[in-house]
């Protein structure tokens, strides 16, 4: 299946800092991209739908100025969490549309935030 | 609002198959049922997706019910590589997103 990736794995930060999570696709261009956030022993929600060379639309109750998100080309998404909180710590995970259809969508490893 | 209905969880013994079940009793005429499995601490991997045929690929089978309202994840051996999460999900055609339900622990032991 299509490649995508996450960097970093896992980041600690400060609290009141900034840290930018990048989500590539490898091997295809995607035009669409999602970034989903998991707390301990829940299920995924989805954050934003991230469009290649336009504004991200943020789900009901997400930040859009603490969560920022930048499309800026077909292979790259980043998410970038603004002065950071503990609350914010959790599992972050992108994923992106795959194929001319964009039937199947395929995940990146995730990232886990830990704010300190 | 999730639109499918799995058990929390099940158990498999190695080597066995292990046969999830989905209800999906509200899905419409173009949607999709897509399978996806979560590993601890990893994100979500695709496995398998169909509409109304059933469907087999390198990691498992996807059976529909005739009326669609149901479907059923084969793994045919199941390994204890394969105890993860398992989502059942809805998915229009043209809906960009995925929406995750609480989805199966399935606990494949020695």
């Known amino acids: 299946g299509a490649v995508v990736s996450q960097h970093p794995s896992w980041v600690i930060c400060k609290s009141g800092t900034s840290v930018k999570i990048e989500c590539r696709s490898l091997d295809f261009q995607a035009t669409t991209m999602f970034w989903y956030r998991q707390f301990p022993k829940q299920s995924l929600m989805l954050m934003a739908t991230s469009n290649e060379g336009s504004k991200a639309t943020y789900e009901q109750g997400v930040e859009k100025d603490k969560f920022l998100i930048n499309h800026a080309s077909l292979t790259l998404s980043t998410l970038t969490v603004t002065s950071a909180h503990p609350e914010d710590s959790s599992f972050y995970i992108c994923?992106?549309?795959?194929?001319?259809?964009?039937?199947?969508?395929?995940f990146g490893e995730g990232s886990w935030l830990t704010v300190v | 609002d999730a639109k499918t209905t799995q058990p929390p969880s099940m158990d498999c013994a190695e080597g066995r198959a292990a046969n999830l079940p989905c209800n999906h009793s509200t899905i419409s005429g173009n949607e999709y049922v897509y399978w996806y499995r979560q590993i601890h601490s990893q994100g979500p991997q695709y496995i398998i997706h169909g509409l109304k045929n059933n469907e087999t690929n390198e990691m498992a089978s996807l059976i529909i019910t005739e009326d669609r309202k149901s479907s059923t994840l084969i793994l045919p051996h199941a390994t204890l590589r394969d105890t993860a999460v398992y989502y059942c999900?809805?998915?229009?055609?043209?809906?960009?997103?995925?929406?995750f339900g609480k989805g199966t622990m399935l606990l494949v032991s020695p």
């Open positions: 994923s992106a549309r795959y194929g001319p259809s964009g039937n199947t969508i395929y």
């Open positions: 999900i809805v998915r229009g055609m043209w809906d960009s997103t995925l929406t």
